[in-house]
């Protein structure tokens, strides 16, 4: 673990820092639930804003939880550490005797810990097994998937995940691979497979294959299950005036964030001749972003990664309505 903290460099600055403290407001102190930890980079700057902040750090991947131990051990027991997805807050609260949290983190986005390690699998910079897994001890790999998926199945993945629009061409020759006893099993026979199918790119465009890499990802993690009920069950762990930060990197991922908030604000979107709301609105928080925060472009030159970053959060209100 020494080479990994020492051998790549100083971590990747944490997409929307500034912003992610405005809202938060971690100088407070209190309780603060940062469950998808990757690096440490918020958590540090949470744990630095106030003596009397104490953080719990969920992430599904080990070895990234296990890099923010060794960065945050400074900070003694004000951090501790929980491998975990970050929809099992509820659980993992319990499992550490905690509760009353006073604010809620969560950045949906890949850690450049993942991206830049070419045994995950996850970039197509590297030639390397095409498995995408954050938790690389459970379930099934990008390859699995490929090699067990219905043509029509790996077409709608590609197309609702990564809005491509060669998603049947791709899925047509992904299976055709497979029928031929050639299957997809890395990162360069798949990246080459969709330059093929898709077309190259022309100047300043991103790579044909980052789109279906992203769709696979979202797929293997199963991230966008289960994402609205993890707001709601944030929001209702948060003591009265606690705040809730959510970071996405997908079009998807901040739809469901906008739609829940804006559902816990009060907005009912039933049909208005609906006689009894069904869709469970309540006035539960007050949004404090109106629209997405996005990054400036100094910070997107510094981090391209960052640049289809949103942020959306929230105050829980005193009483719930």
Known sequence: MAALLGGRGAPHRPVLLEETLKFLAPERGGLFVDCTVGLGGHSEAILKSSADSRVVGMDLDPAALEYARQRLATFGERFRAVQANFRAIDAVLQQVNERDPSGV??????SSLQF???ERGFSFRFDAPLDMRMDPTAGATAADLLQQLPEAEIARIIFEYGEERHSRRIARRIVER???GKPITTTTELAELV????GG?????IHPATRTFQALRIAVNHELEGLGEFVETAVDL???GGRFVGISFHSLEDRILKRELRRLSGHCDCPPRLPVCSCGARKAVEVLTRRPVVPGSREVEENPRARSA??????KLEASL
């Open 238 to 240: 948060l003591i009265p």
């Open 178 to 180: 497979r029928e031929q």
């Open 201 to 205: 790119r022309k100047r300043d465009q």
């Open 310 to 315: 949103k942020l959306r959060a929230c105050r």
């Open 105 to 110: 983190l969560v950045d949906l986005g890949v």
């Open 195 to 198: 330059r093929a199918a898709a």
């Open 116 to 118: 830049d390690s070419p």
